[in-house]
């Protein structure tokens, strides 16, 4: 039996759709060209697909669409704008969080490197930083705050539209790790006045390997992959048309979709919810969720063997390889899980493509094997 996918927050698969649109750019029957080619009428068809993604995308995050930077993914996105924003600087002070992704935590432990403060905000049990927080952490020599919009393992949302505006106030920019948002959460960068937004396709139904970063108008940052100058000097490379086309759909068809999703995955979380709290020592991490996320830590069970015991589910523990040996999360551990209940957890993560009957069964397989594990230990 094939398990059943509840991985989503770590990638979805691509939207058949966004599959055959994708397709359309390959071959030399399809849109294959060079976008950056001014001479033929191939690299014009290419180019307006390019533009045309990136009015999609431009749109999705309520945008011009010259605010766009085409990257290679979150990851890149978050680099670019940390190292972009602080190559301008000889020193300074950077605030985000301990529970940031590592794409922006190992951006920030460079930086330290390279002397840099950093503050690390710690989150509160909710798994959300408040603005008082921000606030309290504001020096005289704060040149950026970093934050995540929706965190990636318990699904809980930050008051961006607040942090937002306090940055404002300070005088200081406001980068936002919008991964796990688009699609989830109603991301508008222009009412929310967000200075850079990293976004990545792979997490709503596009292609992996591709990721734009929102530059606000007027916003400098250092270009940190040099040759060509294209996307205006700020990210060089040959455009990836099937991949930004990609990218742009699914990103149209990601909002277009999110208020209703959103009410079917809200019904199937609280299924799934009810349904685990039938078993005692049942406890949900994280608050002011988004609906497609639920972090669950299960007492009195040995989390590896919970997770050896879930093989028809593809579901994330709380538990993150590293090279030899299983380290609790860190996320976890920061709103204060110990070690062994953080091992005990697992994030369920839905997506498209989930039915009721998945959850239905998810709940049989969770509850079928906790039981099993905590009667042989009783
Ligand atoms: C997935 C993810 C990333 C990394 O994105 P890539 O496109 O895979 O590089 C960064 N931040 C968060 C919050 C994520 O969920």
């Known amino acids: 039996m094939t398990p ?17 649109a994708m397709a359309a ?3 030399l029957e399809g ?3 060079n976008p950056a080619s001014r001479s033929h009428r191939y690299g014009w068809m290419a180019e307006e697909a390019v ?3 990136r009015g999609q995308l431009a749109k999705a995050l309520h945008c011009d669409s010259r605010e766009i930077v085409w990257t290679s993914g979150a990851t890149e996105s978050n680099n670019l704008a940390i190292k972009g924003v602080c190559d301008l600087h000889e020193s300074g002070h950077i605030i985000t969080s301990a529970i940031e992704h590592k794409a922006v935590l190992d951006v920030c432990a460079h930086l330290e490197q390279k002397g840099f403060r950093v503050t690390y905000l710690q989150p509160q049990a909710s798994g959300c930083i408040s ?6 952490a504001m020096a005289d020599d704060t040149i950026l705050v970093s934050l995540m919009y929706v965190n990636n393992e318990l699904g809980s949302i930050n008051p961006i539209a607040d942090i937002a505006k306090l940055c404002q106030q300070k005088d200081v920019l406001l980068h936002v790790d919008g991964a796990q948002a688009l699609g989830k959460v109603d991301v508008n960068v222009e009412r929310d006045g967000i200075d850079f937004l990293s976004i990545s396709s792979h997490k709503f ?4 390997g591709m990721g734009a970063l929102f530059v606000k108008r007027g916003r400098k940052i250092n270009a940190q992959i040099h040759g060509g100058g294209h996307e205006r000097g700020m990210r060089s490379g040959t455009l990836a048309t099937h991949q930004i086309v990609g990218m742009g759909l699914a990103a149209e068809m990601a909002t277009a979709q999110l208020s209703q999703e959103e009410a079917r995955l809200s019904a199937l979380k609280q299924t799934l919810i009810t349904g685990l709290q039938a078993l005692e020592g049942v406890a949900i991490n994280g608050d002011n969720t988004v609906a497609n996320i639920t972090n669950i830590s299960f007492a009195d069970v040995d989390g590896e063997s919970l997770l050896l015991s879930l093989h028809d589910l593809a579901v994330s523990s709380g538990s993150a390889c590293n090279s030899a040996t299983m380290a609790p999360s860190y996320v976890l551990k920061a709103i204060g899980l110990d070690d062994e209940l953080a091992h005990a957890s697992i994030r369920f993560s839905m997506g498209r493509f989930t039915t009721e009957h998945d959850i239905n069964q998810a709940v ?4 079928t094997a906790v039981q099993r594990l905590r009667a042989m230990t009783a």
Request: charged letters at 15%; a negative charge.
């Open 364 to 367: 049989v397989s969770v509850t």
């Open 205 to 208: 139904y596009g292609p992996k």
């Open 25 to 27: 750019c390959l071959t």
């Open 51 to 53: 533009e045309n993604a």
């Open 4 to 20: 059943i996918y509840l991985d989503y927050a770590a990638t979805t698969p691509v939207d058949p759709h966004v599959a055959e």
């Open 131 to 136: 603005v008082e927080q921000v606030a309290n």
């Open 31 to 33: 849109n294959f060209a």
